[in-house]
């Protein structure tokens, strides 16, 4: 099964490597490539418990990726604004997704991190490494990434009331309102655990006060999440005549 997975793999990439050097801002293709990449990322051969590529081989899946859904990004600024309205859809596709490889990526560190001993102070976070490239700065980044969809679409994201939670129920974005709220959760709770772990050299009173505000950020955005899903849910049933 894994020899069948290299030799898909290595033909999907040389397919996409030869349209996108014919085209490298072809948008449609960039993004079904990443997707290509960070699904071999994140392949994991569970008869083995490990992952299905070496480490080597997962960070280059990572970094093309993310290098991906940043020229995306770029070329979508590009365009005409007749031509961004046809690939809107995957422009926000590809910021969500960026964000979400962002936070998964360091996310799954941290427990070695925190094993091993690293402790990083805030000046040099940048240089931080192990195994992959691991820079919790880049959790603003995602962080940013959420919150420019959902400026994009005139989406309240702080303090949601009940009814504006009924209003963006029914919103059809090409990413699901409810995983906006989901990611953005797990964005905090990284952050949370990043202090719990206690990988960043700070003061124990300015750690919980850290672990505080983004425990409480994450809890109230999963509170968002169960709220969205039960109005949408509501709604699909009144459409159906209240069964």
């Not at 590529?53 to 770029?74: D, H, M, T």
């Not at 702080?158 to 090409?174: G, T, Y």
């Not at 655990?193 to 006060?209: C, D, M, P, Q, S």
Request: aromatic share 14%.
């Amino acid at each position: 099964a894994t020899e069948i997975l290299e030799k898909a793999t290595k033909t999907a990439r040389s397919l996409y490597e030869k349209i996108l050097s014919e085209d490298p801002k072809d948008i449609k293709n960039q993004y079904r490539y990443a997707k290509i990449l960070i699904s071999c990322y994140e392949k994991y051969d569970n008869s083995k418990q490990r992952y299905a590529f070496p480490q080597k081989e997962r960070i280059k899946f990572y970094e093309e990726a993310v290098g991906l859904f940043e020229s995306i990004k770029e070329n979508y600024e590009l365009l005409s604004d007749e031509n961004k309205k046809r690939v809107r859809n995957i422009h926000i596709k590809a910021r969500y997704n960026l964000a979400k490889v962002l936070n998964d990526n360091i996310d799954a560190m941290i427990p070695e991190l925190a094993m091993f001993g690293f402790v990083y102070n805030h000046d040099d976070i940048k240089l931080a490494t192990y195994n992959f490239p691991w820079n919790p700065a880049e959790l603003k980044t995602a962080a940013d990434e959420i919150v420019f969809i959902f400026n994009a679409y005139h989406i309240p994201f702080e303090n949601l009331s009940e009814e504006n939670a009924k209003r963006i129920a029914a919103e059809d974005l090409p990413v699901h309102i409810f995983d906006l709220f989901y990611r953005r959760a797990k964005i905090f709770y990284t952050m949370y655990k990043i202090y719990a772990a206690g990988i960043l050299r700070v003061t124990n009173e300015k750690r919980l006060e850290k672990m505080e505000n983004y425990l409480m950020q994450a809890l109230m955005n999963c509170k968002y999440v169960a709220g969205i899903k039960i109005e949408a849910l509501s709604q699909k049933t009144a459409d159906q005549g209240g069964f």
